[in-house]
């Protein structure tokens, strides 16, 4: 299972992901000061320097109580940081865990970016961690994130209905997407990386 207290590093020709750390602050102001719609389906609210700073230490202090590991995501094209990503509600018995708490600046939207960044989470979900299920939840009002989570496969579950506050502070319902272990193996593996093949990036 993951080891909170290792720096993992996940890498190919497009993007680096790495664990995020408070230095990350100084590359993420930007969308945090300029691109407020970035949260408006989050379950955290990081518009403004206060709001991400905040954001940032919840994120941290989570990976230190061994809940969530939080990474940023780097553009390897450019060098620059993209946004953030994060494992969340792992679980070691039953082998199942969460990727969420996504977003990226909107020049990175419709790039490709995502893919490669799913692709190298769900490879390193399955077979470092030995995860049989990965799950990805959504505000079901989020057509935008809804679309992406289809288009590598996931499959979906159903939705909860007002099972959590959103960023607002009102309720949301949560539609559930899941990737099992087989699948991956199986098929999604290999389609996925043939699709990433083809993207010019």
Not at 89 to 113: E, M, P, Q, R
């Amino acid at each position: 299972m993951l080891d909170f207290k290792k720096d993992y590093t996940l890498t190919d020709n497009a993007v680096i992901i790495r664990p995020l750390s408070l230095a990350d602050t100084s590359e993420l102001i930007k969308f945090s000061l300029s691109e407020p719609t970035l949260w408006t389906y989050s379950l955290m609210n990081a518009h403004g320097k206060d709001a991400l700073e905040q954001y940032i230490h919840h994120a941290l202090k989570q990976r230190n109580l061994e809940k969530e590991y939080p990474f940023v995501v780097l553009d390897k094209t450019k060098y620059e940081v993209a946004g953030t990503t994060r494992f969340y509600n792992l679980d070691a018995v039953n082998k199942i865990g969460c990727i969420g708490y996504t977003w990226y600046g909107k020049k990175f939207h419709g790039s490709g970016l995502n893919k490669h960044c799913k692709f190298l989470l769900l490879d390193f979900a399955f077979t470092t961690l030995a995860l049989q299920r990965v799950e990805f939840r959504t505000d079901a009002k989020n057509t935008q994130s809804i679309e992406a989570i289809k288009s590598i496969g996931a499959q979906q579950e159903g939705i909860l209905r007002s099972n959590a506050f959103n960023a607002q502070g009102g309720r949301r319902d949560t539609m559930v997407f899941s990737i099992l272990q087989t699948e991956w193996e199986q098929h999604l593996r290999s389609s996925l990386s043939a699709r990433l093949a083809s993207i010019k990036y």
